[in-house]
């Protein structure tokens, strides 16, 4: 009864195990419940925070991956990833505790999805590629496709990486990145940019 609970549920604490096992005529300490866990290869473990995806961005990935499973890794060299990411200063971060096997943190069941802007503090642009980190740059007010262009003209290195946020991929953005000599490389969740050889030369 334990197990195929935690299996199902992985986020089912000690306290809800031994209300369970009360209800059905057992007494039971949360003690012996982590001792009878952990001999089956399950331990507590804090859920692993991962972005929200749905079944299309899942197909997009797994088709980049595939697209691009043989690039060398030089071409990667040149490929710089950015994104946002917001900082709560306040408010409720709390942990999330899974009962799991080891490395099997980013099961779905395991992991706790997370949306890009849904409120908080700080937002800031980060950058970084097989060279190192790039700038960090604090975003004020609602980023547009305008703030985006003026962020990639202060900040961009080599290339750019990012998701297909509409501020993004927004026509002027593109005509931005084509007047740069930028190539595009497109998928439904994110697009990849890098300069072209000639440029780097």
Known sequence: MILRKVRNEPRTTRQDLVNDLNRAGTTVSKKTISNTLRRQGLKSCSARKVPFLKPTHVKARLKFAN?????????WEKVMWSDETKIELFGLNSTRHVWRKKNDEYNPKNTIPTVKHGGGNIILWGCFSAKGTGRLHRIV?????????????????????????????????????????????????????????????
């Open 67 to 75: 697209d691009h499973l043989n690039d060398p890794e030089e071409e």
């Open 141 to 201: 007010g609602r980023m547009d496709g305008a703030m985006y262009r003026e962020i990639l003209a202060n900040n961009l290195l080599p290339s750019v990486r990012h998701d297909n946020d509409p501020k993004h991929t927004a026509r002027a953005t593109k005509e931005w990145l084509r007047r740069k000599h930028l190539k595009v490389l497109e998928t439904l969740l994110f697009c990849c940019y890098y300069w072209c050889t000639s440029i780097l030369d």
